[in-house]
């Protein structure tokens, strides 16, 4: 279960999705996560997704690894408590509007002056700065402006948004790598601590590639192609004879070749458009009847066996109940039993990424609002039994 981060305190103080995920890795990979919250409202993902005799799963992925404390810091005594508690800390996550932290005394310059060596990830929807900053800012919308939803879904359909949190998702990832670099520049470089000020919609600008490049130089505004490609074919999903589905990709020539050959026609492979992967995408209706029409012919199972004996590239479309069995999940690990303290064993992602000598590990699910309150705040930060009590008994604490 040892991690890199090993020795490391984080304090996370966001809500919704892309602060709590960037804790969570760091928390995999060995950091003591406290996960700071409203002592009676709490995180608000505590009410997303689905439940299990009243405990939401989500919740059990997302805080895993966290000890959790709750703490209202409008209140001045609250916020004296958490200045307390940032002296013990390398990093803190946020997720509030710009300025919030700074009127509960609790800024950037109060924090480093408990702690130097500090780094604060500021996660907003817009960024510290501009004429947005002060505006609601959510995953949705993210994907909204930053070209996603313009991109996606069928060229004669409407823009597409995805039904999971993919903006914050890979803000949360992206916000987990600003936070190693601002440690290892403190650490390894000698320098200090710091502010990150990340926001949700630059990190899946960045996701969608050369599509602003595009527009820039050559004035394309680039239109939905459906589950095709602009860059190459045949790439698009297929239904087999059993009534399951396939993708396939041929973003290297060799592997298109393949597939040509593989479903009876290499006379097509000998065609001068199909040199290039940017030429096949001009000719995809003609390649998906050819590919489309020997897929349907046969199972899936058949298919990807065929496929995998060519050397070309195919993946099965799974559910869950099917990706969770998949020999190559299994075999590395992908999806890990965890056991939980309120429902027992539960299969969830394992963490991100393989390390040979320090690989990180969950170590527990998401706990209940409160739950180390007072090992955190009465064993480790010496606040005496009878403070707690008048801050409980207040409602500052939980």
């Known amino acids: 279960m040892g991690g890199p981060l090993t020795g490391l305190r984080v304090l996370d103080v966001s809500t919704i999705l892309a602060g709590p995920l960037c804790a969570q890795i760091l928390g995999d990979y060995g950091a003591d996560v406290i996960k700071v919250e409203h002592p009676r409202y709490g995180d608000g993902m505590r009410g997303h997704g689905y439940e299990k005799d009243g405990h939401p799963l989500w919740w059990k992925m997302l805080s895993r690894n966290k000890r959790t404390v709750g703490l209202y810091l409008g209140d001045p005594d609250g916020a004296g408590v958490f200045l307390r508690l940032a002296e013990t800390a390398d990093v803190v996550i946020e997720k509030f509007r710009p300025g919030t932290l700074e009127r509960w005394g609790l800024g950037y310059d109060a924090l480093a002056q408990r702690s130097p060596g500090v780094v604060l990830l500021r996660m907003t929807g ?12 959510f995953g949705t919308l993210a994907e909204s402006m930053s070209g996603f939803a313009h991109l996606t879904g069928e060229p004669d359909g409407p823009p597409t948004l995805p039904s999971f949190g993919l903006a914050d998702s890979i803000a949360g990832m992206a916000a987990a790598a600003a936070v190693t670099m601002a440690l290892y520049h403190r650490d390894a470089r000698g320098g200090r601590g710091q502010q990150i000020d990340i926001d949700i919609i630059e990190p899946i600008m960045t996701a969608l590639g050369p599509h602003l490049l595009y527009y820039d130089q050559l004035g394309i505004d680039q239109r939905r192609d459906g589950n095709r490609s602009v860059n190459n074919a045949p790439r698009n999903t297929y239904r087999t004879a059993d009534d399951r589905w396939v993708a396939i990709s041929t973003s290297a020539n060799r592997i298109a070749e393949r597939v040509l050959r593989l479903v009876g026609h290499p006379e097509v492979v000998e065609q001068p458009w199909f040199a290039s992967g940017r030429q096949r995408a001009e000719h995809a209706d003609e390649l998906d009847a050819i590919v489309g029409g020997w897929i349907a012919a046969r199972t899936r199972d058949e298919v990807v066996a065929a496929f995998e004996e060519a050397g070309a590239a195919v993946a099965p479309i799974y559910a869950p109940s099917e990706l969770i069995d998949d020999p190559q999940i299994v075999a590395l690990d992908m999806v890990t039993t965890v056991d939980d303290e309120d429902l027992g064993p539960m299969r969830m992602q394992n963490v991100l990424f393989r390390m040979s000598d320090t690989p990180g590990g969950i170590r527990f699910t998401g706990r209940a609002l409160g739950a180390d309150t007072d090992t955190i705040l009465g ?16 409602g500052i604490i939980a």
């Open 126 to 137: 817009w960024g510290q700065e501009g004429p947005y900053r002060d505006r609601p800012g």
């Open 379 to 394: 064993e480790e930060l010496k606040i005496d039994a009878d403070r707690l009590t008048q801050l409980r008994d207040r």
